[in-house]
């Protein structure tokens, strides 16, 4: 419990290993506001942070403000592991900020667990970013300048302290975050907490998501979340979304709103929609569930074959393979059962562990699958790495052929926009043909869902989305320095 910022910590864990997990794009982070005089805000922080648990699992912090003072604490781990009930009741305020985190821009320690917190002439300023900027560089360059203590390795704490910059140099919240977001490229959606409210901001472009809640009546109070399960959880009502460019402000006297950008092509990451956000959750005014069963569906229209059974690799890949079955009229059944108490593990495993890797987190089941012919559905291809393990294991169990159906397009390029998606060189679909694919996952057939189905089946603008991993289209311009290796960031600033 930090009742001043913790800034100057510093805490290297070692474990930067995770020998099970899937071959898959790590989301960012999610990031939960609520302005509540009168409610118990830490609590409902912890709560949201809870359902927001699959956009980061590294670490997960929660600072409260009860008019100028501000209570923190966040850690390495898993929202459940970093918080109790104790812990909460100190998280005294009006006002709480939530983050939990997975590490896209600097490394994997206790000191760049966010919310950031940073001491300015206006008072304190609590920021949960959930997005990666691409001017990290220029911005860290344009601070030390100007005499900026920085402390974490964080793109995060660079824009708080950007905004405290302003704030110091004689700005209000408002104009003095209007003016830090022009310095700022890149994806960020914020949640900010300050003594006197909370604010709710999208880069111009709205890569990630960012929704508006209400709880309570008379007076009305309000929550900021990544996404709606976050609202479901604490029983608020979704208001709608943060626009792109949009700065929401609340405060005791209510909820304002301004454009702080010029208006710019709307862009939301197609992969929220696919794989990253809950399918629990609402985009465009449906459950991400419904649309992946529509992908499911559209697959099964565009890459249909003969087999006996069809089902997806859980939990990402089952409403594809429901939707695959509807349309196919091939039975549905659960082939894997997946172990949902497996998370990260910072205990390294043994050399026979490793090679039973898979079967740690997904287990096929052999009675269902002996002797048939069998189609799995997965959301995406990133390495191949685990596919491969996981297309060996069912031929263990006597699986007589393997179709393998992806419900996007073949990942082709590196996400800089906050997802870690691995290099460019490791991407299994960016040097190889989807036969080529097909031979190294051992597979009998392998399709991908078109271009066309990923972006129609969404029912909106299919112009209205980032889809730069799948075509190399990337909305914000990436620098030279940051494309040629998306680790050189991380090795420069650790
Ligand atoms: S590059 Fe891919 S993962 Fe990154 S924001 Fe765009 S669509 Fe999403």
Redesign the pocket.
Known sequence: MNTIPDHAATQPTGFDEYPFGPDK?EEACGVFGVYAPGFAVAKMTYFGLYALQHRGQESAGITTFAGNQIHQHKDMGLVSQVFNESILDKLTGDIAIGHTRYSTTGSSRKVNAQPAVIETRLGYISLAHNGNLVNTMQLREELLKNDCNLVTTTDSEMIALAIAAEANAGSDWLAGCKRAFHRCQG?FSLAIGTPDGIMAVRDPYG?RPLVLGTIGTNPVRYVIASETCALDIIGAEYLRDVEPGELVWITADGLTSCRWSQQVPKKL????MIYFARPDSIMHDESLYSYRMRLGRRLAQESLIDADIVFGVPDSGIPAAIGFSQASGIDYVEGLIKNRYVGRTFIQPTQAMRDAGIRMKLNPLKDVLMGKRVIIVDDSIVRGTTSRKLVRSLRDVGVTEVHMRISSPPVT?P?????D?DSQDHLIAATKSVEEIAKQLEVDSLAYLSWSGMLEETREDTNG??????NGD?PITIPEQLKRSKLMLETILT
């Open positions: 794009p994806a890569i990451c197609i992969f929220e390029h996400c800089f926009y906050g997802i998606t989305f980032c889809t730069a991993c799948f990337y």
